[in-house]
């Protein structure tokens, strides 16, 4: 399956999102939510479809948002066949860490002066319900904190219980902390096409 060539009078924005999708490049930029996982989502399925034995390069600039929202992404980043490639410019907090540390293992770095930030999932402030669901959303979060330190500690290699005690407040790294930690498997140096990047 070919890429769609666009006419050359569309706008940059729209030929600068073509280029980088040839080159198999696709950027969560902001809040994760519905629109933003439905664009990540839409592109990893057709680049996917396209060559699915292709790494494909998730690039990422977010303060996280919304779990179910990231969970799509993630579950997406599972299914295809394809490696992905994950590279954080600027900041991977939150469900944008977890995304960042989900990429395919020996192919998940930062640039320099990246931040990233893993904590345990954010509670809305004032919530207004019957204690009983209340309860039933206390559960809700309790199983998906468990299921978020399970995903950090097996793509991290650190042991359960340290990420449990180091996710209980907002835990900020380096990029080169974040390699340390088990997050990241090296620090971005130079943007070199995936087929001919050597790490």
């Given at each position: 399956m070919e890429t769609p060539v666009l006419p050359e009078n569309l706008p940059l924005g729209i030929r600068l999102d073509e280029g980088h999708l040839k080159e198999r490049k696709i950027f969560l930029w902001g809040q994760v939510d519905?629109?933003?996982?439905?664009?990540?989502i839409d592109r990893l399925l057709y680049l996917s479809s396209e060559d699915p034995k292709k790494d494909i390069t998730l690039v990422i600039n977010s303060p996280g948002?919304?779990?179910?929202?990231?969970?799509?992404?993630l579950?997406?980043?599972?299914?295809?066949?394809?490696?992905?490639?994950?590279?954080?410019?600027g900041?991977?907090?939150?469900?944008?860490?977890?995304?960042?540390?989900?990429?395919?293992k020996g192919k998940r770095s930062a640039m320099a002066h990246s931040q990233i930030m893993l904590h345990q999932p954010h509670v809305p402030g004032?919530?207004?319900?019957?204690?009983?669901?209340?309860?039933?959303?206390?559960?809700?979060v309790e199983r998906e904190k468990k299921e978020i330190n399970r995903i950090i500690s097996e793509q991290t290699g650190q042991p359960l219980e340290k990420v449990e005690i180091d996710t209980d407040r907002d835990f900020w790294l380096s990029a080169d902390e974040a390699v340390e930690y088990g997050i990241l498997d090296f620090v971005f140096k130079s943007w070199v096409p995936a087929e001919k990047e050597t790490n």
């Open positions: 519905d629109a933003s996982a439905k664009h990540v948002g919304a779990n179910t929202s990231g969970m799509a992404i579950d997406t980043m599972k299914a295809v066949p394809n490696d992905i490639r994950t590279v954080c410019m900041l991977a907090a939150s469900f944008g860490a977890l995304l960042l540390l989900s990429g395919t004032r919530m207004e319900a019957k204690a009983t669901d209340l309860g039933i959303f206390a559960t809700m």
